[in-house]
């Protein structure tokens, strides 16, 4: 057995970046008059969604319809681009559709870092999500990847 290849070396760089930052999964309001509403919440903010979708007009009064409720939790799937709480901005647990990954990877191999730990999240999703990069690609991401990693400043 040989050497990493790049990209095994990047997927590895990017998990120890993202090691601590666990992104909660997505939820949405499941509403049976109109299907659901496609916006994504984190746990802090669904339950005030729902409340809204209830009062709002979101769904008709017709008692034989369950009202508004929550849906998810769990990380979304094949998805076509990263997802953020719709209220707080918060970056959820995705994985990456086949044109969402192409998209990402294009977005990052123009970027300059250093990473926060959301985008290298954003990142490894995208690297996982394709099979082989290219080394070109590879080698590119992971200069990225090692520049030092920025901290997000803490909430005032």
Not at 57 to 69: I, R, S, V
Not at 99 to 120: D, V, Y
């Amino acid at each position: 057995m040989g050497p990493p290849s790049p990209q095994e070396t990047l997927v590895e760089r990017l998990r120890s970046l993202t090691r601590d930052f666990d992104p909660p999964g997505a939820y949405w309001v499941w509403d049976v008059a109109n299907r659901f509403v496609c916006e994504n919440y984190c746990p802090d903010h669904i339950g005030a969604a729902v409340a809204s979708a209830g009062v709002s007009g979101l769904w008709c009064d017709d008692p034989t319809l369950e009202p508004p409720h929550e849906d998810g939790g769990y990380k979304a799937a094949c998805v076509d681009c990263s997802i953020a709480c719709a209220t707080c901005g918060k970056t959820l647990a995705y994985t990456l559709s086949d044109f969402g990954a192409l998209e990402e990877l294009n977005h990052f191999m123009e970027a300059e870092g250093p990473l926060s730990p959301e985008q290298a999240y954003e990142l490894l999703a995208a690297v996982e999500a394709v099979e082989d990069l290219t080394a070109h690609e590879a080698t590119r991401l992971l200069e990225l990847a090692n520049a030092p990693l920025r901290c997000e400043a803490p909430d005032a």
